[in-house]
């Protein structure tokens, strides 16, 4: 004997809560099917289009049934032996809630197919994905040379320019660029970075002689010699500081952080929370149902979860219950991330994510399945490119590829179908239960970096104590008369490194106009000095958007030429190209030099 359910009855409220929170008793971890059928009758549901005077209606009974009995299928599964009462009502109310419901004619045509037979499985076409590599500071004398490189290894390139003509004059007439200014924030209009992936930030304040320079700048670009300097323009902290923290809140969810982006759920203090609602087999005439609610104590570690629960039935044919979410009012772009992460305490069964592009009702989405542990709390990833496209539970062959930087809808789904007449090996008939604590994106290792920013050797020196000024380069002695350039360089940088962007923060020394090729010596703490020519930091920079080993770090680099020497290639037998990742991979993990900074009392 065990418990079988039948129709559920309408509720007449038209309001939909997402979460309930109030007067939910503490649901209870192993409960046997027997209590948690009990326990579904005395709670109210999360949407109340499955509730009647704040109670389900299953219409429970102890009673011998050949159909009703909870077991496992591993082979063909049979459906009940007698039609159960078929909620009208509530198929209504389902539709209602989930945008606009189809046309009748889509539906007589949608249960017509559904009883035909299933199609063979088809290959899963590969997701193709694609990005933009945004270039600030592009018209510099390194973001030229970077956007000419990145050009050249063909990469989609588009620079962020103050000045059009400058820039169609320097980069060329088919540039794509945006014009806007990293110091002005309303500047920054989103779609500006649609499509960004990978960012090379080469934005500085101008430099030049006090004196005046020559038109194209001969005095400034030469590097090596002294001159009496000033700032020309916009001081440091309106361009190093305010315009890297513009910058970063306008580039951040586009390229990624590297613990993901939080969909739904509770994580610490944060809860993002998602209109979801039941969608059962009772649009095809079942008597399954469901509902997803929120159990104040029920998480792993005590705290809040959501929790997808009901009891599935393959009554009238039926067979699967699930909870998706409406359409969100702007799709969500995860277009950085390589899938889907959720916590969840598992039951033993096999489960379905669904995901869909498209705003259409009927439609298909794009699947993955996973199986769970029975009592365990355990992290379940879903990569995108495992998706397949399911249309009414069969693959569509000719479906376009997934789209993560279009998501409209997420599901998740208990049923006794798999895909192309396939059946879940690990369907149970009964009640259910699946907490799910949070659902997040994720970046699959190993992370490169999402964001190259060059700021300056010396940042960490002008209030380094016990360090002999007149020995410094002119910038570190000249810090202060120089509206604290190095300062805000270090607070840019600051910002960066606790932004969660995967990121590689590069520190030439004096930059000079010399060709690359020269051997190089990368370092960290913040102590070298030398020169460094600017195509030389080009090349590193392009280099590290592919390189794990340069993820997250903070380096120093000069060339092993003195300033007493001018290095020149020969055309005809240039330096061989260099593999940067062999450097790379010397650098460490945390080591920016303001480690001598905080041994002293003076702030930064």
């Not at 759920?265 to 998602?274: A, I, N, P």
């Not at 950085?336 to 039951?347: F, R």
């Not at 062959?397 to 879940?424: C, H, R």
Request: charged share 25%; glycine share 8%; hydrophobic share 35%.
């Amino acid at each position: 004997m065990e418990y079988c359910a039948s129709s559920t009855k309408l509720f007449s409220s038209s309001s939909v809560p997402v979460r309930n929170l109030q007067g939910i008793p503490p649901l209870k971890n192993g409960l046997s099917k027997r209590s948690l059928h009990a326990g579904l009758s005395s709670l109210p549901l999360a949407n109340p289009f499955l509730q009647l005077d704040n109670t389900i209606h299953t219409g429970v009974s102890l009673r011998d049934s050949s159909w009703c009995t909870s077991r496992t299928y591993k082979g063909q599964i049979y459906a009940a032996t007698s039609k159960q009462g078929w909620d009208f009502g509530r198929f209504l109310k389902t539709l209602f809630f989930f945008n606009k419901p189809p046309s009748p004619l889509e539906f007589i045509q949608s249960l017509a197919e559904k009883l035909t037979g299933q199609s063979a499985s088809e290959p899963v076409k590969k997701m193709e994905s694609s990005g933009v590599v945004l270039v600030t500071g592009a018209t510099g004398g390194v973001g030229r040379r970077v956007v000419g490189i990145l050009q050249k290894k063909g990469f989609r390139v588009r620079a962020l320019v103050r000045n059009e003509e400058k820039a169609r004059r320097m980069l060329g007439p088919d540039i794509e660029l945006v014009i806007a200014d990293v110091t002005k924030d309303t500047s920054l209009t989103p779609e500006y970075f649609s499509g960004v992936k990978k960012v090379i930030s080469v934005v500085s304040v101008i430099i030049g002689p006090k004196e005046g320079d020559t038109p194209d700048r001969a005095k400034y670009s030469q590097g090596i010699r002294f001159f009496e300097p000033e700032i020309k323009g916009d001081p440091p902290e309106m361009v190093d500081y305010i315009g890297m923290r513009n910058l970063i809140n306008a580039v951040k969810w586009s390229v990624g952080v590297r613990n993901g982006k939080l969909l739904f759920g509770f994580e610490g203090d944060s809860y993002r929370e998602l209109p979801w609602g039941a969608l059962d087999d009772v649009v095809m005439g079942g008597v399954s149902e469901s509902a997803f609610l929120i159990d104040p104590i029920g998480g792993e570690n005590g705290g809040p979860t959501g929790i997808f629960r009901g009891i599935v039935s393959t009554a009238n044919n039926g067979g699967f219950t699930s909870i998706r979410t409406r359409n969100f009012s702007v799709p969500e772009d995860l277009s950085a991330y390589d899938g889907l992460e959720l916590h969840l305490k598992g039951d033993g069964r096999r489960y379905k994510l669904i995901l869909r592009t498209s705003s259409d009702w009927d439609t298909v989405g794009y699947t993955a399945s996973f199986d769970t542990s029975e009592g365990q709390w355990q992290t379940i990833r879903v990569s995108f490119s495992s998706l397949r496209p399911i249309f009414r539970a069969r693959t569509v062959s000719d479906a376009p590829p997934f789209d993560p930087s279009n998501i409209v809808s997420l599901q998740l789904m208990f049923s006794k179908f798999e895909y192309d007449g396939k059946l879940n090996p690990s369907f149970v008939e009964g009640p259910f239960q699946l907490p799910v604590s949070s659902i997040r994106t994720y970046i699959q290792d190993p992370v490169t970096p999402r964001f190259v920013h060059v700021s300056s050797a010396g940042v960490t020196r002008p209030d380094r104590p016990g360090l002999d000024l007149s020995k410094q380069p002119p910038a570190v002695r000249l810090n202060k008369e120089l509206g604290s350039i190095l300062t805000y360089k270090l607070k840019g940088e600051d910002l960066l490194r606790d932004s969660g962007i995967p990121y590689t923060i590069v520190r030439p020394c004096a930059l000079t106009e010399e060709p690359a090729g020269a051997d190089i010596i990368f370092d960290q703490g913040d102590n070298i000095m030398g020169k460094i020519s600017r195509e030389e930091v080009a090349c590193i920079c392009v280099a590290a958007l592919d390189s794990p080993q340069a993820c997250d770090k903070t380096f120093e680099v000069k060339s092993v030429i003195p300033f007493s020497e001018t290095f020149t290639v020969d055309p005809e037998n240039p330096p061989p190209e260099k593999d940067y990742d062999v450097c790379f991979r010397t650098l460490k993990d945390g080591i920016t030099g303001k480690e001598m900074l905080e041994r002293s009392p003076v702030p930064v």
